[in-house]
Every structure is written in structure tokens, then in C-alpha cells.
């Protein structure tokens, strides 16, 4: 059995006109919007987007991604909220796990863009918005980052070292290397003070490695970014190394702009559309220089060293 996808299936216009005519039954059974499935758009641009990249020789992973940004960060569980999909229809497999949306900022006197833990009213590409950009990715290269040491669970102190998942996008995402955009698990350090270890390979000159509190934020925002639990993390990580496949991240500025002014159809989740009223989109043009101008009203106080760490 196959599940035809486009206008006349969801009764919308769709943003674009690459849509795959038909899903097969095994996969048509995961759309919906109950938790652990995926909206018909979403699934049905993810999945257009894939096909094209494959038969234009861009990616060959047998596995593709999704995310849809409009679905609450918390599931009726109380866990995090399964918004992001990996799909293998090769494999016949559909997985749902939890993924953040970007935070925004608030600039005072000028413009308030922030979102809200559990829903994102607002979405844009501006450089230094810290907001999620929908539309399409193709994933790159994994940069390895050393974020500093912690105190692990046996009373050793333990790297982070964090693998970042490059994406590369187009047309309304096109900027995302310049933002720093891609993937990388939910995991920070907090409290940082400096203490002596001149034998680490990460200390720097004076023999200083930075110290701190490991924290999980799985569920909660990012600053732009596709963060996930540190074990999913692991998994795209691998799955994406050395072999590119696609992201598809609804909902894209068209679709912001069709539920705000209430075109009949378009897509949204409806708790989520209920907490926020009325989505926005940003542009970089608009926004960046309202982010310029608060950057040059409000300059950073100078650099200062970080404390020493406590003894013991």
C-alpha cells in the first residue's frame, strides 16, 4: 500500500513543488501527530529533500533526518519531547528522539525574539540570533571541541570533548557555516575555574586547564543549534561521519508566514500554536542590524581570567 503526499493528502499548499508522490506503507504507518510520529509535511519535504540530493550524487547515506521545531519540547510523559526523526527506509526503520530548538535573545529597547522552553514562536537565519532557520541541510564535517574537565561519577577528572556535526544549507539556510550551525549533544560545562595541570595536553602556556560542572540539558534550548542526548549524539555522530546525508528542518519562513495570517491548512502543532498565539519569522536582514546596533550600544566589559579552582 502506498500513501500519496501532497496537496489533495493534506489539503495545504505545499512549499515547494518536489514533493514525493507516495510513501511506502511501512512508513506511511509512523505520520501523524501523536508523540513518536511525524507530521505528513514534514516527513514529505525530508523526504523530497533526500531524494534529490541522492540523484544529484550529494549524499548516499541510506539514512536521512527531520526535525519538526513546531512540536513541544516535553512529551505527555514528562520526558523530552521526540521531535527529531532518522529515517532508513532501506532498514524500514523510523526513530523519534528529543532534539532542542534555538533559545533567541532579548535585545532591551530594541527588538525581543527569545523563545520560551517549551514551544519556539520564533525562527530566523541572522548571524548571532541564536534561533533555529527551517528548511534544508546537507550534514559535513565533525569538528572535535574541548570544552574542559569535570568531575566524573569515579572522582576523576575527565575531558569533554564535544564532536559538532557541520551543516551545510541553502537558500534561506545557506549561512549556516558562517552561524556555526549543526549538531552536537546537549552537554556544557558550568562554574569554570582554572587549576594547575601543566601535564595535560590542554593546558595552555602558564599550565592551566579549565574546570567545571557537567550539565545535561537534553530537552532544553540552544543557541541556534540541533542538540541532542549525549547517546543519540554519539549515534548521529556516527552515522553521518564520512558519509553525508540530508536534514530537513520544518517549519520554514513561507510556512511561519501561512499560519500567521491563518491560510487555511497550513501546518502547525496544535498544543504548541495555543502556547505561542502567533509565530515570527526573522531574517537576517532584518534583524542583523538590530543585533549590530545592540552589540555597539552594549560592548562587552574587558576579558578577565578565570578564578582559580578550590582546593580539593
Given amino acids: 500500500m502506498l500513501l500519496l503526499v ?4 493534506w489539503g495545504w499548499p505545499p512549499a ?4 514525493s508522490p507516495v510513501l511506502p506503507a511501512w512508513l506511511a504507518a509512523h505520520v501523524g501527530e501523536d508523540e513518536g510520529q511525524i507530521a505528513l509535511p514534514v516527513l514529505a519535504r525530508a523526504r523530497a529533500l533526500y531524494l534529490r540530493k541522492v540523484a544529484g550524487g550529494v549524499v548516499r547515506n541510506p539514512c536521512y ?8 519540547n516535553t512529551a505527555p510523559d514528562g520526558g523530552p519531547g521526540r521531535r527529531f526523526y532518522v529515517i532508513c527506509e532501506a532498514e524500514r526503520t523510523f526513530q523519534a528522539i528529543a532534539a532542542g530548538h534555538g533559545a533567541g535573545r532579548r535585545l532591551d529597547g530594541l527588538a525581543d525574539f527569545a523563545n520560551g522552553r517549551e514551544c519556539a514562536r520564533n525562527f530566523g537565519n541572522a548571524q548571532d540570533s541564536e534561533l533555529t532557520a527551517g528548511g534544508a541541510y546537507v550534514t559535513a564535517e565533525i569538528k572535535d571541541s574541548f570544552k574542559g574537565y569535570y568531575r566524573a561519577a569515579d572522582g576523576q577528572d575527565a575531558p569533554l570533548v564535544r564532536p559538532f556535526l557541520q551543516f551545510d544549507g541553502e537558500g534561506d539556510t545557506a549561512n549556516a557555516r558562517p552561524r556555526a550551525i549543526g549538531g552536537h549533544a546537549a552537554v556544557t560545562l558550568k562554574g569554570l575555574c582554572r587549576r594547575k595541570d601543566p601535564i595535560s595536553p590542554h593546558a595552555n602556556h602558564d599550565g592551566y ?5 557537567l550539565v545535561d540539558y537534553t530537552g532544553g534550548r540552544s543557541n541556534g543549534c540541533t542538540s541532542w542526548s549525549p547517546s543519540d549524539a554519539a549515534y548521529l555522530v556516527a552515522l553521518a561521519k564520512d558519509d553525508p546525508t540530508t536534514l530537513y528542518i520544518y517549519p520554514e519562513a513561507a510556512d511561519i508566514a501561512a499560519v500567521a495570517h491563518r ?4 501546518y502547525w502543532n496544535a498544543t504548541c500554536l495555543r502556547d505561542i498565539g502567533t509565530p515570527a519569522y526573522w531574517s537576517n536582514e532584518a534583524l542583523a542590524p538590530l543585533i549590530a546596533r545592540y552589540r555597539r550600544d552594549h560592548p562587552p566589559p574587558p576579558p578577565r581570567p578565570l578564578p ?4 580539593g
Fill in 6 to 9: 501532497g496537496v489533495l493528502a
Fill in 16 to 19: 515547494r513543488a518536489d514533493l
Fill in 65 to 72: 533526518l527531520a526535525m519538526d521545531a513546531t512540536r513541544p
Fill in 209 to 213: 586547564v579549565i574546570q567545571g560542572t
Fill in 263 to 266: 491560510v487555511a491548512g497550513a
Fill in 308 to 311: 582559580f579552582c578550590a582546593a
